[in-house]
């Protein structure tokens, strides 16, 4: 059966987060490495919970600047200078994606994006990796109120792309994250960008170079 809408998990698939820029700017600012910010980071977000819209969100990050500031004793300059970080600026989108969702649009098939991402702005990353613009849905576990693997997310995104669960075909870089999809009857295939070369008869690409194949092999051809 030909697939009808191909739902892609965004980190690790669709883009990286830029850590050597990153921490080329935070580090020296804060004298702690990204590693220790990024932990102080999932203790706040657990204290505070995951924002469910964008207003949320901003406050969340806002305190969180607000918290580390008063650890380190930052002056206020260097306060304003955290408040104004956009985080958005600092995801890359892999060589291979837009190709990848140009393909998918080429075959008229509809483009979804699940991500247990925790914040609320999962488009607005989008847009500004250029993906967006061939993305018809892009649901974040925060907003929509389930994460992968549950099975709810997965029919969440199904049913917004218009499409049957078993009509979908998921890149996702988390093993259980492939096997909760394949549950439901989903064709789900293992992204591992470590890896040198496709297995495509274990379900595992290195990258999405391999995407055309594995749609021809559904029995996707191009739309006249």
């Given at each position: 059966m030909a697939i009808e809408a191909v739902i892609f998990d965004r980190d690790g698939v669709l883009t990286e987060f830029d850590i050597d820029a990153a921490e080329a700017f935070l580090q020296p600012k804060l004298g702690i490495t990204l590693i220790e910010l990024a932990q102080r980071w999932?203790?706040?977000s657990d204290l505070i919970g995951t924002p469910k819209n964008e207003a949320e969100e901003e406050d969340l990050i806002r305190g969180f600047w607000m918290y580390i500031s008063d650890l380190i004793e930052a002056d206020n300059e260097l306060r304003q200078e955290l408040f104004a970080i956009d985080y958005l600026g600092m995801i890359r989108p892999f060589a291979d994606a837009l190709a990848a969702v140009q393909h998918c649009k080429k075959l008229g098939l509809k483009v979804g994006v699940l991500s247990n991402f925790s914040l609320a702005t999962l488009g607005q990353s989008l847009a500004a990796s250029g993906l967006a613009d061939w993305v018809d849905?892009?649901?974040?576990?925060?907003?929509i109120g389930y994460a992968k693997p549950q099975a709810e997310a997965y029919y969440h995104i199904a049913e917004k792309l218009g499409v049957a669960?078993?009509?979908c075909l998921l890149l996702d870089d988390?093993?259980?994250y492939v096997q909760g999809a394949k549950t439901l009857g989903m064709t789900s295939i293992l992204v591992n960008r470590r890896l040198l070369t496709h297995d495509l008869d274990n379900d595992v690409i290195c990258d999405l170079t391999a995407l055309p194949t594995l749609l021809e092999r559904s029995g996707n051809t191009a739309v006249a």
């Open positions: 999932v203790r706040w849905y892009a649901a974040a576990a925060p907003v669960a078993e009509d988390e093993p259980i």
